[in-house]
């Protein structure tokens, strides 16, 4: 019996606020260095924000600044900022500056078939819910059988009650008893003032829910030469490209790197359960230049997704 669970959370969730926060400062430093090494963690809560990483950049860029602008555009309070930033170590920028991986690692990418965003069904009705939501919340989908088994929803601000009629009103077939709405009864307080947050914390929202395997790290707050981003995106478009040109109803494409080395390890893809080959090149240069990754796109990633924007995100346009 197949049995699948995903989640999703809102852009004023606090960990995809700090998400935000290290995608936002990569791109100040692209703007201003397009070949920027930056690798910037976000930690904040309770007034204040903590910024750790490493950059190397021929300009600087005003980091406390930037950050408390953004952070008072996003809920209209003010907030503490420090910064811990460093540069880069110079034994990970001599295997980089070959155009070699910046660090180890395994990526995944997938496709399927089954909704417009080629993403697991649970995983694209937990984002559904969510829409329009400008406040901190979450969204859980269960589906057994083929059909939604149950539905969690827990949104700042609203009811029991309207929360039920927008999941009834939503078009997914559930059963009322089976809406978990705002279960602990009230949710008034949200982000910051009721939790802290961190970097890389929603990297399976940020992916395919937990029906896909998680390889690598996080995406925020990496420049492309970190292939925990760059190589994911390859290995979406790599699933992407396998689904249609096989017609098929789900691919699985997996790469892994030696940090220092430009040639993957492994490239592999599993369509329909059958090992492909294929012969895409996945150096991190090739990547980057292929979807243009030195341009500074990613803070609408880290608030809009990573996955799931189709003709949007340049590794979701499919061209065979």
Known sequence: MKKYIAESVTYLHPDKICDQISDLLLDEYLKVDPRARVAIETIGGHGQIGLYGEVTAKSEVNIKKIVKDYYKKLTDQ???VQSFITVQSPEIAQGVDNGGAGDQGIMVGYACNENEQLIPQEMYLARKLLEGFDVDAKSQV???KGQVSSVVLSVQGK???????RVLESG???NKKQIYANNTGSFEIGGFDADSGCTGRKIVVDAYGPRVPV??????GKDATKVDRSAAYMARW???KLLKKYGAKEVLVYIGYVIGKAEPLIKMALVDGRKTSFRYDCRPQAIIERFDLRKPIFLETAKEGHTGRIGINSWETIVL
């Open 159 to 165: 009811t029991r009650e309207e929360l039920i009629s």
């Open 142 to 144: 269960t589906i057994e």
């Open 172 to 174: 997914i077939k559930v």
């Open 78 to 80: 003010n907030i503490r």
């Open 215 to 220: 390889g690598g790290g996080a995406f925020s």
């Open 238 to 240: 790599i699933a992407l």
